[in-house]
């Protein structure tokens, strides 16, 4: 792995943290931060905001889950990937794991050889993940971008009498024009209509 990071880990036992912490920075990577149990990190989750987060599963006041959680679950916060360090396989937790940002496991006890390859897994699994989620924001927004862009083309038609390509060709013109987005013309044209709209009127 060429990039080196900047890794969080916690784990309630020191001499697994210690040994962590020799291995992580033995290949280049740097520990930012080091937490006993799962609210302490938590805290420097928030405060360091760390590339990685090696997060063991049993800890005291907060669980490993319980931390991962509370650090990636909440809307529009960018999650950070996490290695969950674990005594032995846990099948039942992966799906749940790896909705919270958990993308690869470390079983103890941990070996040298296994770290480097599992934090790559995590990573490249954190980016596969990132991208998905950013593929699916932009298809949102283009179905948003296309509801608005129709309405805007129903009004010029109603307006202008016109046929719908040309209502299309005189929104891109502007778009153009202004060097504005599409969305953003379509926007004003309904807003304009909205505007301009005319009051009902009142019975007498």
Do not use: C
Not at 36 to 53: Q, Y
Not at 57 to 83: C, E, F, S, T, Y
Not at 130 to 151: D, F, P, S
């Amino acid at each position: 792995m060429s990039k080196k990071l900047r890794i969080l880990i916690a784990d309630d036992e020191s001499i697994i943290r210690l040994d962590l912490k020799e291995m992580l920075e033995e290949n280049g990577h740097t520990v930012v931060g080091e937490a006993s149990d799962g609210k302490i990190a938590v805290e420097l989750a928030e405060k360091l905001k760390p590339d990685l987060i090696v997060m063991d599963i049993k800890m005291p006041n907060l669980d490993g889950l319980g931390a991962v959680k509370q650090i990636n679950a909440a809307p529009g916060k960018l999650r950070i990937p996490v290695v969950m360090v674990t005594a032995y396989s846990q099948p039942e937790l992966v799906e749940q794991a790896v909705e919270l940002g958990v993308f690869a496991y470390l079983v103890k006890p941990i070996k040298e050889g296994d770290i480097m390859p599992t934090i790559e897994v995590a990573m490249s699994r954190a980016e596969e993940m990132n991208a998905l989620e950013k593929e699916v924001e932009n298809l949102k927004e283009a179905l948003e971008t296309r509801k608005i862009v129709e309405r805007a083309k129903g009004i010029l038609i109603e307006t202008y009498n016109i046929t719908e390509a040309e209502a299309f060709r005189r929104i891109q013109k502007l778009s153009m024009n202004s060097r504005k987005p599409i969305k953003e013309i379509a926007d004003a044209i309904i807003l304009a209509r909205e505007v301009n709209k005319p009051e009902p009127t009142k019975g007498k």
